[in-house]
């Protein structure tokens, strides 16, 4: 399926986008090809594009491809993992450049940002992306790029993607969204005005806990977007093809997971919200939570992930944790199984993150048996 993308349905672009019948064999599941290397022409040509799979390879173009069409993108570049696809964006700047960052994301990036890409020569300024005249006051003349997460990790602020792009188009710079917790059936970036999307297809996009990969879409072709391809062929951290066979896999079944870990991260969240041992519950979807309005606007549906504040403090939580039996005591997110973790003893000496807090994946089991897991667990 390569044309008309654009009249059919998400639920059926994630399982057509980027994929055809193999032409040697008639197989409808694509083979993988573990080759790293093709065969030129007599003439010396390369007649389906393919010279050596650092370059490209059949199941990473499909897998780009497929992703390119689910985000309504004009290119996408895929990596070995979500770090790699954040650090090959962010290093598509120039040293010299300023980068606005929001002051709640993902540890990971934000350690690529202080101790590697600082000392490279790129400036990050974290600022309250809630607060619009925050992003106004932090601008300056070298500002290049916005980035930001929304809902971010751990503490589910959510940022308004349109009214941020305006303001960095209306300044000339250009705007990068971190979408692995929502993916576009949750949330759709280039639609809302941003330049780039970038994904940890690690999470929700593969969806089984069982790959790593990253990417990143571009709305439209552009110098920037250039050197994100210089940066994935020439350094390499790609996903081989066997990781990219896994990431399409999963992304055949992507809408209706979604709409199933939200469904049960609603039930969770407001059963959790009731319950007297805990003290906050951040999650989108609740009516009290500040970013309501925003995600109401900018989100089709609430996502999987929230984080819990837990009464009577880290011990508390600690207990909570040590106490649960369905779920999960592990990092990460975006799986079939729920996961509960202590964040900030995963975050290291950077973290910002509150003591008492227990970040929650919602995974695809019943509600029912997720919820009373939690109220056992709480006592
Ligand atoms: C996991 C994650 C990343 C990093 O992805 P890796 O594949 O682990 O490198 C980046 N951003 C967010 C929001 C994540 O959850």
């Not at 305006?166 to 969204?177: C, I, L, N, S």
């Amino acid at each position: 399926m390569t044309k008309h993308h654009t009249k059919f349905a998400l639920e059926t672009l994630a399982i057509h986008a980027g994929k055809q019948v193999d032409p040697a064999t008639g197989a409808v599941v694509p083979p993988i090809h573990l080759t790293t290397t093709f065969e030129r022409k007599l003439d010396g040509s390369y007649p389906d594009g393919y010279v050596y799979t650092r370059a490209d390879n059949p199941n990473r173009r499909a897998l780009e491809e497929c992703l390119r069409v689910l985000e309504g993108g004009a290119a996408c570049a895929a990596f070995s993992s979500g770090s790699a696809a954040a650090a090959a964006l962010l290093r598509s700047f120039a040293p010299g450049d300023t980068v606005l960052v929001c002051s709640d994301l993902y540890h990971g990036v934000r350690n690529i940002l202080i101790n590697i890409l600082q000392p490279w020569g790129l400036k990050p300024v974290f600022v309250d992306m809630t607060d619009m005249k925050a992003v106004e006051q932090a601008w300056t003349d070298s500002v290049k790029l916005l980035w930001l997460e929304t809902p971010t990790n751990p503490m589910l602020n959510i940022y308004d993607i349109s009214a941020l792009a305006d303001m960095a188009h209306a300044k000339g710079a250009q705007v990068a969204v971190d979408g692995t917790w929502t993916t576009p059936i949750v949330q759709r970036p280039l639609e809302l005005g941003a330049d780039f999307v970038m994904h940890a297809t690690t999470k929700y996009l593969a969806g089984h806990s069982d790959v790593l990969g990253g990417a990143i879409i571009a709305k439209a072709e552009s110098e920037t977007f250039e050197q994100v391809r210089y940066i994935q062929q020439l350094e390499g951290a790609v996903p081989s093809p066997f990781d990219c066979f896994l990431v399409s896999r999963g992304i055949s079944t992507l809408p209706y997971r979604m709409r199933a870990h939200s469904d049960n991260a609603m039930k969770v969240a407001k059963f959790l919200d009731d319950h007297p041992n805990v003290h906050t519950v951040h999650y989108p979807g609740l009516e009290h939570h500040p970013g309501h309005g925003i995600a109401n606007k900018q989100m089709a549906m609430m996502g999987g992930m929230m984080s819990i504040q837990v009464s009577g403090g880290v011990e508390a939580a600690t207990n909570v944790m040590n106490r649960v039996k369905l779920f999960h005591r592990a990092t990460s997110l975006g799986g079939v199984e729920s996961l509960l973790e202590h964040r900030r003893s995963v975050e290291g000496d950077l973290s910002t993150t509150p003591d008492d807090l227990l970040r929650v994946s919602i995974g695809l089991e019943h509600p029912d048996d997720l919820i009373n897991d939690l109220a056992q667990a709480l006592g």
